[in-house]
């Protein structure tokens, strides 16, 4: 009796009954953001997954990533993953920044302005990019102010 229920331990871990691997894929996912058709230096772009038709939920985490003097970013997820989650993600760019006043903790200064059209950062942006299961290395953004 003790050796049969030793074996049947045995089978749960090797079989992996544990659930250590991810609900959710990510894939690689980087590009350049315009704004007029000069590189957005500073901006801070968001992938946030689209809920899923079929059953409701997020395929994943959101991913986040700040462009540098060129535009450039890289995505990580908010668990630190690469990437972002594979499939239908809204995306917004931002280049307001804030930081805790030091004279007030309640409150919040602005450190950066923002420069980007406000249809760009909020949960209603157009934008919207498909990441694909081998990822992306051509996420680009052209955004213009009028």
């Not at 691997?21 to 801070?44: E, F, M, N, W």
């Not at 535009?71 to 307001?96: C, E, P, Q």
Request: proline share 8%.
């Amino acid at each position: 009796m003790a050796g049969s229920r030793i074996a049947v331990l045995a089978i749960l871990v090797i079989c992996g009954c544990s659930n250590t691997s991810k609900p959710y894929t990510t894939a690689p996912v980087s590009g350049i953001v315009t704004l007029d058709g000069q590189p957005l230096a500073a901006a801070h772009v968001t992938f946030m997954p689209v809920a899923n038709p079929q059953g409701g939920s997020q395929s994943g985490p959101e991913a986040a990533g700040d462009t540098d003097a060129s535009g450039r970013y890289l995505l990580k997820t908010v668990f630190g993953d690469t990437g972002a989650s594979v499939g239908k993600n809204r995306v917004m760019i931002t280049t307001r920044k804030t930081e805790l006043d030091p004279s007030n903790p309640d409150r919040s200064k602005e450190v950066a302005k923002e420069r980007v059209p406000m249809k760009y950062f909020t949960e209603q942006a157009p934008l919207y990019f498909d990441v694909p299961q081998a990822g992306s290395q051509a996420a680009n953004f052209e955004l213009m102010t009028k």
